[in-house]
Nanobody, 125 residues
Framework: QVQLVESGGGLVQPGGSLRLSCAAS????????IAWFRQAPGKEREGVSV????????FYADSVKGRFTISRDNAKNTVYLQMNSLKPEDTAVYYC??????????????????WGQGTQVTVSS
């Protein structure tokens, strides 16, 4: 059974950093396009960042560009989201998702086959 497990969330002060991890079982993440989405209370799930399966290219939502970095460790079958300069508006449940489509983007959740259970990130003083 395919599982994606996120970890690394928590409470952090504005300006702080967190690193989220997405570990997979039963699939090799290198063969999938992996994205991070987030969902704040009362809001729709939105795409944050994606790393492509074919060439490792990365894309970011404008709201996190320059602050977040997505990366992949193939040896550990894990994808990371390094989040720096966190803001209160980054508060949300963060999900990782895997797509078998190289062309998958962060514009739609429908393109993703597998989802993790989410990890809470709270940015507050």
């Amino acid at each position: 059974q395919v599982q994606l497990v996120e970890s690394g969330g928590g409470l952090v002060q504005p300006g702080g950093s967190l690193r989220l991890s997405c570990a997979a079982s039963e699939i090799t993440l290198d063969y999938y396009t992996i994205a991070w989405f987030r969902q704040a209370p009362g809001k729709e799930r939105e795409g944050v960042s994606v790393i492509k399966s074919n060439n490792g290219s990365t894309f970011y939502a404008d709201s996190v560009k320059g602050r977040f970095t997505i990366s992949r460790d193939n040896a550990k079958n894990t994808v990371y989201l390094q989040m720096n300069s966190l803001k209160p508006e980054d508060t949300a449940v963060y999900y990782c998702a895997a797509s078998g489509w190289t062309i998958a983007t962060i514009d739609s959740t429908n393109e993703y086959n597998y989802w993790g259970q989410g990890t809470q990130v709270t940015v507050s003083s």
